[in-house]
């Protein structure tokens, strides 16, 4: 049992380790809602987008999101909510994905072609419907040529 600050370097470590490789979800999950208070740091943030991409678990995955809001619009955060809009299993994650690269747009011909690519094979009635919003605001085609 050990007790301290998550700015306790060593508290920090567990924290990071637990999210990538505790087989207990509630473990994980808290321990990404602990370090979401720290994703200023290259290394929480690593671990964030790391659930993001591997997590099985649903809910984490959107706390992970929740956390990376702030740097939705660093490059490699961005690579990330793209590849969860195109693969992830869940509409939730797809729908936050959406939003945060929306939020965040720089004029980005490669947030048009993941929209576009997205509204083609997209199952959820809810996802499609915000992709296709989306690109209306951005003035883009709907589909790709």
Known sequence: ???GSPQDERIQQLLLTAVR???DPGVRADSVDILTQ???SDQVRNALLY???NDTNAGIRLRALDGLKPYAADPEVRSALARALLVDDNPGVRTQAIDLLV???TQDESLVG???QCLQQESNGYVRLRSERALKDMKASLGTF
Do not use: I
Request: charged fraction near 10%; hydrophobic fraction near 40%.
């Open 114 to 116: 993941v929209l576009q």
């Open 51 to 53: 659930a993001l991409s």
């Open 1 to 3: 049992y050990l007790t």
């Open 38 to 40: 720290r994703a200023a």
């Open 21 to 23: 490789e505790s087989s």
């Open 103 to 105: 939020q965040n747009q």
